[in-house]
Nanobody, 115 residues
Framework: QVQVVESGGGLVQPGGSLRLSCTLSGSIFIGVDWYRQPPGKQRELVASITNGGSTNYADSVKGRFTISRGNAKNTVDLQMNSLKPEDTAVYYC???????????WGQGTQVTVSS
């Protein structure tokens, strides 16, 4: 089964930027979803990219976040700009398709937005 590794998180001030990366172990790309789980809350879908390159975003991040294929093979990046304290969460990548999550869940990467 495909494994994922998320990276790029950290502490940033409000209004700042971070770039997260999702690295997949498999060789076939079927798309990637980025999720986040804020403290004490449920996991939510943030952004998606299909194998055809179509993208979709949660309303809360539209215009601020951009999902894209990375330069390295089988990586997907999430560029996060104009970060807000409410973006604080652990960010995960996976792919929900055919009624199931297609990859093994990784450890996630912590994003903290605070002054």
């Amino acid at each position: 089964q495909v494994q994922v590794v998320e990276s790029g998180g950290g502490l940033v001030q409000p209004g700042g930027s971070l770039r997260l990366s999702c690295t997949l172990s498999g060789s076939i790309f079927i798309g990637v979803d980025w999720y986040r789980q804020p403290p004490g809350k449920q996991r939510e879908l943030v952004a998606s990219i299909t194998n055809g390159g179509s993208t979709n975003y949660a309303d809360s991040v539209k215009g601020r976040f951009t999902i894209s294929r990375g330069n390295a093979k089988n990586t997907v990046d999430l560029q996060m700009n104009s970060l807000k304290p409410e973006d604080t969460a652990v960010y995960y990548c996976n792919r929900y398709a055919g009624g199931t999550y297609r990859y093994l869940w990784g450890q996630g990467t912590q994003v903290t937005v605070s002054s």
